[in-house]
């Protein structure tokens, strides 16, 4: 590595030349592996799921320790550098690259350890979800992530998290007993509820805006090993009749039932019939973990006349990766969701007229089952809120990189326009976008918006950590 100085963007937004001796320095300091674009490693550290975050750092730190990580951020710091963290590199906005700064890459850190007799999983920040899914089912145990496999364990459960298992455990931050994190002070701190009990709250949904989390305990719970899942679709020219079947299944849904709704053109996938492919469908992607699938499942078998049915008795990590391939890291993407209270007719009315505009063959409309538990108000509620959700919806543009963009944008915040008025008023911090404005940002907080701008202003006054949906230091 020949390296003589790096041009580095400053905290202030200016730049600032690092030397080759200081980063040789910073390098013999650390354990773990400094890479700069000519290295080996380079392109897989800063390739992020969304092909069109066109972002890239100077340098890039792989810690392989707590005490690395400290190192790092005590550096960048000091110098005033701009800082980011990357888990599994999956958030939409690309939030895990700092331009042309320094990113953290936690990959290193890509251990589980599972104790089956305290129900305990201690995970690494660099964990993908079907890293922990894998080790947690060796013993019959999951606890709550969400459903691609491939999405970072670190971004997905501090913004809250949510997955097939959300009506049974909350939020995968109700399923958190324990932290490990770095700070901004440098200082490695433990945060659960007994100790530094305010930081475990707003790590709890606050996002990577109180430190660099460096260790994750997960509660686990008895799932599994098998579980009645997949996908049943239908023509979209039944859009109204299957989408109202849904309205009626989820308000009977028992807790171990998650179905989601989902209207796209159909992809050319082995279990679809040639002569759909590129139509229309309305489909249910369907997860039962409980004793009684028949009953459960009854309503969805009556509807009739599917054009693909793939519900089966299945692995609950064949589940959990189920809709990877749906998901690759490279075609351009753009979101927008809501929290819904409930689903009324109008707002299914909405939300399928949207949908049946759709642009591009990979794109989707969707409507996920959230409630259950997940509604349950407690005193040890993390940051997250937004306890009143009982479904998040959404359009989901995807497109090829050398496609015009305008057409998929235009329809994907058209759509959203029709159903945001069916709003809780709440959004998933998790799903926002670099043009998602700062009211929606603490829309996605709603209440608990000001306790955490107080904390920031305590654990991170200089906003070190503010490549991610950034939450400003109360003044
Ligand atoms: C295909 C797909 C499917 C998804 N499905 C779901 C789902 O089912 N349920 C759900 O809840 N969400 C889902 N999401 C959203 C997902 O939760 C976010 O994209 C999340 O940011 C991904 O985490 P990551 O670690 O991969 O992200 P990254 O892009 O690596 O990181 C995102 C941000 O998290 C923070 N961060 C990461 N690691 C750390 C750390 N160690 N310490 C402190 N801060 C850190 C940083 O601020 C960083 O900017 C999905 C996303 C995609 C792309």
Redesign the pocket.
């Known amino acids: 590595m020949a390296v003589t100085g790096i041009e580095i963007t400053r905290i202030d937004g200016g730049s600032t030349t690092l030397e080759q001796s200081r980063v040789a320095d910073l390098q013999r300091r650390v354990d773990g592996r400094l890479l700069l674009p000519e290295d080996e490693g380079w392109a897989q550290a800063t390739t ?2 969304n092909g069109m975050v066109a972002k890239l750092p100077a340098v890039v730190f792989q810690p392989t320790s707590p005490a690395d990580v400290a190192t790092i951020v005590e550096f960048a710091r000091n110098e005033g550098l701009l800082l ?9 906005a690309g ?2 690259i700092a331009q042309q700064g320094i990113t953290l890459d ?1 990959s290193m850190m890509r251990s589980v350890s599972v104790d089956p007799e305290t129900r305990v999983a201690q995970v690494g ?1 660099g964990c993908l979800l079907g890293d922990v899914d894998r080790a947690t089912q060796e013993h019959g145990l999951a606890t709550v992530l ?3 496999s491939e ?6 459960t ?6 097939y298992l959300t009506r049974r455990f909350g939020w ?1 931050v109700d399923n958190l007993e324990d932290v490990e994190i770095v700070t901004a002070d440098g200082k490695i701190r433990t945060a659960n509820r007994e100790e530094n009990p305010d930081l475990f709250w707003a790590v709890r949904g606050g ?2 805006n109180f ?4 260790r994750f305990a997960f509660r686990l719970h008895e799932v599994g090993p098998t579980i009645t899942g997949g996908l049943i679709a239908w023509s979209a020219e039944r859009a109204e009749e299957i989408l109202e079947a849904y309205q009626t299944l989820t308000a009977a849904a028992p807790r171990e039932l998650t179905a989601a709704a989902v209207v796209r053109l159909a992809p050319p996938a082995p279990f679809v019939p040639v002569e759909w492919h590129g139509k229309p469908i309305v489909a249910m992607v369907i997860c039962y973990s409980g004793d009684d699938p028949g009953s459960a499942l009854a309503p969805i078998h009556s509807i009739g006349g599917p054009i693909a049915n793939v519900i089966a008795t299945r692995p609950y990590t064949a589940q959990q990766s189920m809709l990877d391939a749906m ?1 690759p890291k490279g075609p351009y993407r753009y979101w927008k969701t809501e929290y819904l209270p409930e689903l009324s007719s109008e707002f299914l009315n909405a939300f399928r007229e949207g949908a049946l505009e759709v642009t591009s063959p990979l794109s989707q409309s969707v409507i996920f089952h959230l409630g259950g538990a997940l509604n349950e108000h407690g005193p040890d509620d993390g940051a997250v809120g937004n306890r009143d959700a009982q479904f998040i919806s959404g359009f989901s543009g995807t497109w090829p990189p050398d496609a015009p963009t305008a057409p998929h944008i235009n329809w994907v915040r058209q759509s959203w326009q029709r159903i945001r008025s069916y709003s809780t008023g709440g959004n998933y911090i ?2 926002q976008l670099a043009d998602d404005d700062d009211n929606r940002l603490a829309a996605a907080y709603g209440d608990n918006f000001e306790r955490l701008q107080r904390l920031k202003a305590e654990y991170d006054p200089d906003n070190l950590f503010r ?2 949906r950034n939450i400003s230091p109360a003044a």
Do not use: R
């Not at 501090?158 to 997955?163: I, Y």
């Open positions: 992020t799921w980011s963290v990357k888990g599994g590199g999956h958030n939409i939030t895990s936690m920040p969400g459903f691609v999405t970072g364990v670190a971004g997905l501090l913004g809250g998290g949510w997955g995968t996002g990577g430190g660099v989390v460096t998901e998790n799903f490549v991610n």
